[in-house]
């Protein structure tokens, strides 16, 4: 149990997603009503910080009333997050917000993100050699923008060292879940997400954007039916010219067309299927780490490790205490 309250301050931009901020707040907050309903103290001092301080205006148009950047002397102890939204690339050409959360790495006990707010921690120079992740939508950018960093595509939230992301929007909640966790323990963290209504770690693991959900977004096209050719026969060995043969297609126009529509390259899309079948099968009892590579297609226990360092940041093994 913490020995004295610990400040959180979630710093928002003009055009900020208001989900981004809101969240983590209310799993916070959760956390101080469990314990004010046990006759303990409050674990969190909980506020929302801008450049300027007063009324930002979020991406929906709703206010939120806020305080000016505490100085970066006054972090000690101190969880500050950054939330993201569409208004994160004007707030990267604010130097005086960037040198902040720079600053603050230096004496902030933990530094996080929601969603985007990544781009602010990678501009800082906070993700330079780490394990990071951002929205699903904008984990190419972030890495072309930051090559520097190990950008995560799959995962809901990652822990490197002191600094702290997770993906998009309300996997904010699932990060200050974890977050509650660390600080409280199990049981707390537990009772928030029943009070929230929420789960208390996703039953899909750390997969965030699945390829089914892709090819549903996609609309019965390409994406979709390749995903339905592929998935029963995932523990095989499958190519792109085998691919593209079984949707009489060229294997350029496979890749072109799958592109266009979806974003993906014919590969990343079976890599993806792979790591949604070996996800599935470790969160399922019954399958040794072996049988698990071999039935999704990976082949060798070591092609299977390095995916999952490469994808989740984790090993199968991790994965499976976790998630099974």
């Not at 602010?120 to 699903?136: F, M, S, Y």
């Not at 993806?272 to 070996?278: C, D, I, S, V």
């Not at 099968?281 to 399958?287: R, V």
Request: charged fraction near 20%; include cysteine.
């Amino acid at each position: 149990m913490p020995q004295a309250i610990t400040p959180v301050w979630i710093l928002v931009f003009p055009d900020f997603l208001l989900l981004d901020a809101t969240g983590p707040v209310q799993v916070f907050s959760s956390a101080n009503d469990d314990r004010r309903d046990a006759g303990q103290a409050a674990a969190y001092e909980i506020g929302l910080v801008s450049l300027s301080g007063g009324a930002v205006k979020s991406c929906s148009g709703v206010e939120v009333l806020t305080k000016p950047l505490p100085p970066a002397c006054a972090l000690n102890g101190t969880t500050m997050m950054v939330a993201g939204g569409r208004g994160v690339l004007a707030a990267l050409a604010e130097p005086a917000l960037v040198d902040w959360v720079g600053a603050a790495h230096g004496t902030a006990r933990r530094c996080a993100s929601v969603c985007t707010g990544a781009f602010l921690l990678a501009e800082a120079g906070l993700l330079a050699g780490r394990r990071a992740v951002t929205h699903w939508l904008d984990t190419g950018k972030l890495q072309r923008d930051y090559p520097a960093v190990q950008v995560q595509d799959d995962a809901i939230h990652i822990k490197d060292g002191s600094v702290y992301t997770s993906a998009g929007i309300t996997a904010g909640i699932d990060l200050c879940l974890s977050l509650v966790e660390e600080d409280l323990g199990r049981a707390a963290a537990l009772s928030v997400a029943k009070r929230l209504v929420v789960y208390h770690k996703r039953p899909g693991g750390q997969r965030q954007f699945s390829s089914e959900l892709l090819a549903q977004a996609c609309g019965g096209g390409l994406a979709e039916q390749l995903v339905q050719w592929m998935r029963p026969r995932i523990g095989e060995e499958i190519d792109v010219d085998r691919m593209a043969e079984a949707l009489a297609l060229s294997a350029r126009s496979l890749h072109r067309r799958l592109r266009q529509e979806a974003g993906l390259s014919p590969a990343q899309l079976l890599a993806r299927l792979r790591m949604e079948t070996a996800c599935g099968l470790l969160e399922s009892a019954g399958c040794s780490i072996k049988q698990v590579a071999r039935l999704s297609g990976f082949g060798t226990e070591y092609n299977l490790r390095r995916s999952f360092a490469k994808h989740l940041g984790v090993l199968p093994t991790e994965y499976r205490d976790r998630f099974g």
